[in-house]
């Protein structure tokens, strides 16, 4: 049994991690004043904050078109007898959907599909153990058990520094927004049931730092060992510092440096910062 492994450019997996692991990706797309780019190959992270800094539009995402899960699917039918298609929450993108809709169009391979209920380098996490079943000769339906249960061991929270751009974008309430911004605060967000929610309301930035690390505490007591990531919007020197720290405290615990792409940077903004983590 050969089995597949797809996801899309939003888990900012690098060419390196792709290739090692042998996964597929299917980009998702910016539209920065009138020009699209495939994120992961038209754009980089750094590029597309350059850009977008001094544009007179806020940009616009785009998710795959079925046709475009289609071709792939059916390109790697050739070769596999199973493809377990990993992206980003269904609840803030119609990404997943696509890839359902394209799986039942597709004869002559199994086509399954698993919804992360997060995003970056936290549905990452979900590919990267996905591609090590695979390796190993695991069917779909048993990569798809081992994620299931490695859901309930998932926790993320993201710190931003201006909520207009999730509320612009869809992804969170006005009212959330409003209240935000009036009390000039730096939220703590967190997905639930699928959507970014607000966690809690934190003064500053280095608090919300402090809170997140709590959370974290609490989660190695519980699990013991964790795969942790710090993810950044272009502000690389203070996650790395703040990874570096965390590195010294959690020494159970695996920390990977990532990012926010332009897909997900567009929503959450230059300057926002995230950790999440799952169970080794």
């Not at 998710?63 to 990993?86: A, H, M, N, R, W």
């Not at 710090?230 to 990874?243: G, K, L, P, T």
Request: negative net charge; contains cysteine.
């Amino acid at each position: 049994m050969k089995t597949a492994i797809v996801t899309d450019s939003t888990a900012y997996l690098t060419l390196e991690e792709r290739n090692s692991y042998n996964v597929h990706m299917i980009p998702l797309s910016v539209n920065i004043e009138g020009t699209f780019y495939d994120e992961e190959i038209d754009i980089t992270a750094s590029e597309f904050y350059d850009r977008v800094r001094g544009a007179a539009e806020f940009p616009k995402t785009t998710q795959p078109s079925v046709g475009k899960f289609v071709e792939l699917y059916e390109t790697l039918g050739k070769d596999y007898d199973e493809i377990v298609t990993i992206h980003l929450s269904s609840g803030i993108s119609g990404t997943f959907q696509g890839a359902v809709q394209a799986g039942a169009m597709v004869e002559g391979v199994n086509v399954l599909a698993f919804d992360s209920e997060v995003a970056a380098y936290l549905q990452g996490f979900y590919v990267k153990e996905a591609a090590k079943l695979a390796s190993k000769g695991a069917s779909g339906e048993q990569i798809m058990t081992h994620l299931n249960d490695l859901k309930d061991t998932m926790d993320d929270y993201i710190i931003v520094d201006d909520l207009q751009h999730l509320q612009r974008g869809g992804r969170l309430s006005a009212a959330a927004a409003l209240i935000g911004g009036l009390l000039q605060v730096k939220p703590i967000l967190t997905f639930q049931n699928k959507v970014i929610v607000p966690f809690e309301k934190i003064r500053t930035r280095k608090k919300a730092l402090r809170r997140v690390e709590e959370q974290l505490a609490s989660a190695v007591e519980k699990h013991g060992a964790l795969q942790a990531t710090v993810i950044h919007a272009n502000c690389e020197d203070e996650a790395r510092e703040w990874m570096k720290s965390l590195e010294a405290a959690y020494p159970t615990v695996d920390f990977t440096l990532s990012y926010f792409g332009p897909v997900i940077g567009t929503h959450l903004g230059e300057g926002a910062m995230a950790m999440g983590w799952i169970k080794k």
